[in-house]
């Protein structure tokens, strides 16, 4: 199925950003609308290397407004909608809950009803696509992983958002016929990761020589996949999955924090020519985060079973194109890391 015009949502952030560019090089007959408030998280930079490509445009805009939702459906027609636009970080969600019912909940329920008002029934080669977290299932114990038949049970403000979201989104489908997929993925890495979640703020950290702050004892496990792996789940699940169904994303990929920070310490001591062990010197065990899920790990058999769908690389591939991204970007990590940003972290991790 071909469409005439997508609009990705939150395509200024970090998976945003290469899903636009992925969507924007692989179908150049297509227009790629890229819909974003600009929250502190949101940088066009991220784009600059596609901005100026004949089949992208870019609409500021925020999703908890109604009118404006309607009006923009309205005005380009769109035919495809892939939503990533949320409030993402797990510690603001615990500080800030309302925001995140606001663009999470409000925000997702504004675009399915001014998607459902302008295809009015009409729902042929149509679709409204929206990318979610693993954390919705909430935790594991040491064993068994995700599957797309887990039942719901977020333990965060932010995941408990994300599954009232799907929620909605599944209930359009059934109530209204809208046609929906919906795809729940693991902790993501790679370029482009605002440095407030864990492998960039390392990075950033182990750069420029200051504390690495691990929660608790550093015993909470994370699945990670290559953020544009992800994408590539994404544009395979929205062209070949099948309507109203759900996919898992993930990496099969599981580091407990702390090996996987002090396996970060030992790549960048080699990359900035230290001394071996000097990074880890580094690591300081903070305060736990609130209500800390312990374990997720994704089982992607169904995606790659019924969609082919294969990661791109290994995780050491993965992370050394990460670094190294990160070593040659340093203008773009300073213009995310100052103002805003520097008074979050300050007040986040004194005291802590
Ligand atoms: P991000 O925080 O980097 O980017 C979010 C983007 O949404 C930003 O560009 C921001 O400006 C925009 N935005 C926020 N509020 C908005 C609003 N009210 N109106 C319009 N735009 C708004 O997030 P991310 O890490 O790229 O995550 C993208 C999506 O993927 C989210 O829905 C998230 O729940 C989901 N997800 C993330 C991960 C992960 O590891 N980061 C894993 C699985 C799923
Ligand atoms: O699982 C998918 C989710 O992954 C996404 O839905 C979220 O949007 C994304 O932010 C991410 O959530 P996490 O809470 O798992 O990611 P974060 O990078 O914040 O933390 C990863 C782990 O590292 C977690 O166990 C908390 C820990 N941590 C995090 C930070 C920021 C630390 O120990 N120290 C830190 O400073």
Redesign the pocket.
């Known amino acids: 199925m071909t469409y005439k015009n997508i609009v990705i949502t939150g395509g200024a952030g970090f998976i945003g950003s290469h899903v636009v560019r992925r969507f924007v090089k692989q179908y150049p007959d297509t227009m790629i609308w890229n819909l974003d408030k600009l929250t502190y998280a949101g940088n066009l930079e991220n784009l600059k290397d596609i901005d100026q490509s004949p089949n992208y445009r870019f609409i500021k805009a925020d999703i908890t407004d109604a009118a404006l939702m309607d009006q923009l459906f309205e005005t380009h027609q769109f035919d495809g909608v892939i939503h990533l636009a ?1 409030e ?4 603001r969600s615990i500080s800030h809950p309302m925001e995140f019912v606001m663009t999470n909940v409000v925000g997702t329920v504004n675009l399915l009803n001014a998607a459902r008002k302008i295809w009015n029934g009409h729902f042929e080669n149509k679709l409204f696509y929206h990318v ?4 919705v299932y909430g935790e594991l114990g040491d064993e068994g992983k995700f599957l797309e038949t887990t039942p719901y049970s977020p333990n ?1 403000p ?2 408990a958002s ?1 599954a009232s979201s799907d929620h909605f989104v599944r209930a359009y489908h059934h109530t209204y016929g809208l046609p929906i997929k919906i795809s729940n ?4 890495y790679g370029a482009n990761h605002f440095p ?4 960039p ?2 990075i950033n950290n182990i750069m420029n020589k200051k504390p ?5 004892k ?1 015993e ?4 990670w996949l290559f953020v544009e792996d992800h994408a590539t789940a994404i544009d395979a699940i929205f062209h070949r999955g099948n309507i109203g169904e759900t996919f898992n994303i993930g990496g099969n990929n599981e580091w407990k ?1 702390i090996d ?2 002090r396996l970060l310490c030992r790549v960048m001591d080699t990359k900035l020519g230290r001394s071996e062990g000097e990074s880890e010197q580094l690591i300081t065990f ?1 305060g736990d ?1 609130a209500g ?2 312990f374990r ?1 790990a994704i089982d992607s058999g169904k995606l790659m079973r019924e969609l082919g769908w294969q990661p791109s690389v290994t995780f050491e591939q993965g992370l050394e194109k990460t670094v190294d991204w990160y070593l040659a970007n340093q203008e773009w990590l300073g213009h995310v890391t100052s103002g805003a940003y520097k008074a979050y972290y300050d007040n ?2 004194t005291n802590r």
Not at 196 to 199: A, C, G, V, W, Y
């Open positions: 949320a993402s970080h797990v510690d979610s977290t693993d954390e965060s932010y995941s994300k993925c693991s902790n993501n407030e979640k864990l492998i703020l390392m690495l702050p691990v929660y608790g550093g909470n496990v994370r699945d924090n996987l920070v903070v985060r800390h899920d997720y986040m991790y």
